[in-house]
């Protein structure tokens, strides 16, 4: 097999071989138009020499072109001087202008020095020219005489019978003689037109002739030699590979002028449809036997999808033959061509990666092709110029493709013999397996024929079959039918004495086409019951057609047993997962009983703010805990600090009095002591009514069955208890119920302790707020009726010595009053909530600062609007926060001056209900400020103020730098419509 690394070595060479031979060529002819050019130029080219001894002559360097875009000028026009001067010389030995409309014009001028030789032929090396004309000087020197021929005229306007255009051309001895060319065409515009001797051009037109004869001769033989595969193997690749070699033919004879000249005379004229006919038919096969060839549909779905897709563009492009012009569909069909070629080649890099020997050959194949084919589109494209090795170079690459791909197709063929001979040995290896492994099956098997006798019995079924007492044995060799087999083994119905039907036997139904099975069998011989559970199925031909059946049994006494004992386990199993159910889904109300109660109790355990709330959160939670527990009376007793009762039972009964059941639960009793264990205890009716005190006596008028009595644990002393009378009897009160009702009396009993912390918190925080206002009044008060006193006691005699002194200290004790009549008025605030919600805030805020300014002497600054009724909440927030921000001004800023300004402004909202509005209350100082982040957690009271804008949903900004003061900012957002 050809190694992956000796196929890229010979493809890199090839490539670079090729590459190589371009680029040589290329420099050797010159540069392309659309490049600098190599060719010395001139304002006109030099007159061609003809000389002795030289038979053939190329005219790319003796020529002037003229480009006639409209395609209107006459030689009358041309020879004019009007345009003489706009001939050019070419930059390239061969002219190639790519894919044009324009038409061009040529002339060169011919010095004939030969002694003897006057006729000459003309060629056009490019044969698919469509149209060119040449214009001969007339003997008399009066104008021209004009030969027309091309590829798409009749042959029988040409000079001289050949593939390419030929003219003859005589040029008189001795004198010079100036030809003027024009050529046509919707193919590529190349030019290379070359003079020739007629000895030389028939030396060398026959070599030609018998190359290319050799050439399509090969493809003939190769068509005839694949389409015997074809008809032989009627394989769909076979078919693509023909059609693909038939179209390679065909772009050939085409392309070199062949098919029109020798083939088909005449046919030349069709060459604008049937060329692009040709090479849309060839790139068609050429996806269409790779995409075969290499698999791709199975072995790489992306790259069969892609494939398909070019198949669909080449299919468009082959519809649009007759709608479109030559020149058009050249156009469109170059960089397709060059684009498949591309993705062709790396499709097949990629698959080669398999290192299959066919594989190789195929992309051994594209690289010789390809590479070559690509040279001649780039020079239809004008890409790289046109030479005679870029020009016929992809004919090799063709004949390299054909040979390597019918090599491909050989081995491909070589393969599938040694795999089907492979295949065949594996199918005997497998035909020999088969028959140990059947022998070694713990399973019966038989294998009949359409006679309905056995044709195969593996050792397991002879020893089911065998029996020692009577001596009966299965011999292939008897012949047996299976209805002789049924009578011969004692076959019956299972738990009966009837023979079993021969219909009704799996084997029978699968030797009609019916696969079958049957566990209803027993082998019924005296004493000897043996069940069988029988499997048939029928082996079938490719057309379906019956060849014989297979049955497969096995002894399945040992499996009844197991079925029996599987039912009882699977009985016992049921009883087990319902008894599991049951307890699942007493758990799981249970678990809803608890949730609902947690719930009441939750939403109950919110409104308590202490002790005095307790009475009426016990009646509501035993109305709750009579719902969960569908109790007949629920019933709480507490002596923790007092005895107290609470009752909850049916609108009929009347609940006993604390007096009636209160004897059972004093010290001493029996119950109380058993209490005081911290145990629930369950009692029958029975028990109840025979305590001392009759505790039952008290319910029997509610039919109830027994009585939960639970300590309520207050401090982890029992200060009461919990207790319910239910219907259910003792026996029926469960371990999950008891549990739930621990939980009740657990959440009952840190209720009352909580109340009673929360007691002791108000006690604490009433006895703060006394102390701060005593030291309030302290501070500030006491001190200012303090000074009053002393200018009161001094101010007569500075006034009877200095009037104007007197006066001063009369205006500063009428300020010292003022201010302490305002801080009076701020504690009364304080002590009297209700009258913060029942002032105007603009009000408050005047009020505060006041009292601050004849606390601290600070300047204040107020810009206070008189703002619409805020909500309570509102209100009380904003003051708390006005008054916390100008004790920290106070205590903590060195300010020299304040600024308080409260204001409200509207705003638009996206809610078209209700009109919005903003409330804002701004507090700035000059003091000392603070760093960002420098303050700790709880001081300066921004925590405080902090909570108190969260609880009203209000914006609180904090702003201060070191040196620069603080500003404290609180903005609410409102409707004014219901001040919400």
Not at 149 to 170: A, E, H, K, Q, Y
Not at 670 to 689: F, H, S, V
Not at 846 to 874: C, H, M, N, W, Y
Not at 943 to 954: D, L, T, V
Request: aromatic share 8%.
């Amino acid at each position: 097999m050809v190694s992956w690394k000796s196929i890229k070595l010979l493809a890199v060479s090839l490539i670079a071989l090729l590459l190589l031979a371009g680029c040589t060529t290329s420099e050797a002819a010159g540069t392309p138009s659309n490049s600098s050019p190599n060719l010395e130029q001139a304002s006109q080219s030099q007159p061609l020499v003809l000389t002795d001894g030289q038979g053939r002559y190329s005219l790319g360097a003796h020529i002037d072109i003229l480009e006639d875009p409209t395609g209107e000028l006459t030689i009358e026009d041309v020879t004019s001087p009007e345009y003489a001067a706009r001939f050019n010389p070419p930059q390239a030995a061969v002219p190639n202008y790519g894919y044009t409309d324009s038409a061009y014009w040529i002339h060169f001028t011919l010095d004939n020095q030969t002694s003897v030789t006057y006729e000459w032929l003309l060629m056009q090396g490019f044969a698919n020219t469509h149209y060119i004309d040449l214009y001969t000087p007339s003997a008399n020197g009066q104008g021209y005489i004009e030969k027309k021929s091309g590829s798409l005229l009749p042959v029988s306007m040409r000079d001289v019978i050949n593939p390419n255009v030929v003219f003859n051309l005589t040029v008189p001895l001795q004198s010079q003689q100036t030809e003027y060319v024009r050529i046509k065409s919707q193919a590529s515009m190349t030019i290379d037109l070359s003079l020739w001797t007629n000895s030389a051009f028939i030396n060398t037109s026959n070599q030609s002739l018998i190359l290319h004869w050799l050439i399509f001769g090969g493809f003939l033989a190769l068509m005839v030699y694949h389409g015997f595969f074809l008809v032989s193997l009627r394989e769909p690749i076979y078919l693509y590979f023909f059609i693909m070699l038939a179209s390679m033919l065909a772009v050939l004879l085409t392309y070199t002028g062949y098919l029109g000249i020798y083939i088909f005379p005449g046919m030349n004229r069709y060459d604008t449809v049937l060329f692009p006919l040709f090479i849309a038919v060839l790139y068609i096969s050429i996806i269409l036997f790779s995409d075969t060839f290499l698999e791709l549909k199975t072995r790489f779905p992306i790259f069969h999808k892609t494939n398909i897709a070019f198949l669909i563009w080449w299919g468009i492009l082959l519809l649009l033959v007759p709608f479109i012009s030559y020149l058009n569909l050249s156009r469109l069909m170059t960089p397709t061509q060059l684009v498949t070629i591309g993705i062709t080649w790396l499709i097949g890099v990629t698959v080669m990666r398999s290192s299959t020997r066919q594989i190789c050959f195929f992309l051994l194949a594209w690289i010789g092709m390809a590479a070559s084919l690509v040279l001649l589109l780039l020079v239809r494209l004008t890409i790289i110029p046109s030479t005679y090795f870029n020009e016929n170079i992809f004919q090799l690459g063709f004949i390299v493709m054909a040979v390597s791909w019918s090599l491909a197709l050989a081995d491909r063929i070589n393969l599938l013999k040694f795999t089907t001979e492979k295949a065949n040995r594996s199918l005997r290896s497998s035909e020999h397996k088969l028959s140990q492994i059947l022998e070694g099956l713990p399973l019966g098997v038989v294998v009949y024929g359409k006679d309905q006798k056995p044709t195969y019995m593996n050792r397991r079924s002879a020893q089911i079959l065998t029996d020692p007492e009577t001596g009966k044995t299965p011999d292939i060799t008897a012949g047996r039918t299976i209805a002789q087999a049924i009578e011969h083994f004692s076959f019956k119905l299972a738990g009966t004495e009837q023979i079993y039907p021969v219909e009704q036997m799996p084997v029978s139904k699968a030797l009609h086409g019916e696969p079958a099975f049957a566990d209803d069998i027993e082998i019924r011989d005296g004493n000897n019951h043996r069940p069988l559970e029988i499997w048939a199925n029928p082996i079938k031909d490719d057309q379906g057609n019956v060849e014989s059946a297979v049955a497969v049994f096995q002894d399945i006494t040992v499996q009844k047993q197991v079925d029996t004992e599987l039912a009882a386990y699977r009985q016992n199993l049921e009883q087990i997962v319902k008894e599991r159910t049951f307890e699942l889904n007493a758990v799981n109300e249970q678990l809803q009983l608890r949730v609902k109660w947690l719930l009441a109790f939750n939403e109950i355990r919110q409104s308590i703010t202490g002790g005095a709330d307790l009475s009426q959160a016990f009646e509501k939670l035993l109305l709750a805990i009579y719902d969960i527990l569908k109790a007949k009376v629920v019933f709480l007793v507490r002596w923790d600090e007092q005895y107290q009762m609470y009752c909850h039972s049916a609108q009929e009964h009347i609940p006993p009095s604390l007096e009636e059941i209160e004897p059972e639960f004093l010290h001493g009793t029996p119950l109380r002591e058993q209490i005081d264990q911290g145990k629930i205890l369950i009692l029958t009716a029975e028990e109840a009514a025979s305590l001392p005190t009759q505790l039952g006596v008290c319910f029997n008028d509610i039919n109830y069955n027994s009585m939960i009595i639970s300590p309520l644990m207050i401090h982890q002393v029992p200060g009461g208890v919990l207790g319910i009378a239910s219907a259910n009897t003792r026996e029926h009160i469960g371990l999950l119920q008891v549990e739930l009702i621990e939980r009740i009396t657990y959440d009952l009993a840190g209720l009352v302790e909580e109340s009673s912390m929360l007691d002791q918190r108000r006690i604490l925080a009433a006895l703060e707020e006394r102390n701060r206002l005593a030291r309030d009044l302290h501070d500030s008060v006491s001190q200012t009726l303090f000074t009053t006193t002393l200018l009161t006691e001094v101010m007569p005699q500075v006034w009877r010595r200095d009037p104007e002194q007197g006066l001063q200290m009369l205006d500063k004790l009428r300020r010292l009053t003022r201010g302490a009549l305002a801080e009076m008025r701020t504690m009364l605030i304080e002590l009297r909530p209700s009258a913060v919600l029942n002032t105007p805030l603009s009000e408050l805020l005047s009020q505060l600062t006041e009292a601050v300014t004849s606390r601290s002497g600070l300047p204040f600054q107020l810009f206070i609007e008189k703002i619409d009724v805020l909500p309570d909440e509102v209100q009380m927030n904003f003051y708390r926060v006005a008054q916390e921000a100008l004790n920290n001004v106070v205590k903590h800023s060195q300010a020299m001056h304040i600024t308080v300004s409260l204001s409200e402004t509207p705003f638009d909202s996206q809610e078209k209900s209700s009109q919005k509005r903003r409330v804002r209350l701004v507090i700035q100082d000059d003091g000392v400020g603070f760093a960002s982040g420098s303050e700790k957690p709880g001081r300066l009271g921004m925590g405080i103020m902090n909570e108190r804008a969260a609880a009203i949903q209000a914006d609180l900004s904090i702003i201060s730098e070191p040196g620069h003061g603080t500003q404290v900012t609180l903005t609410w957002f409102g409707d004014t419509a219901n001040g919400n």
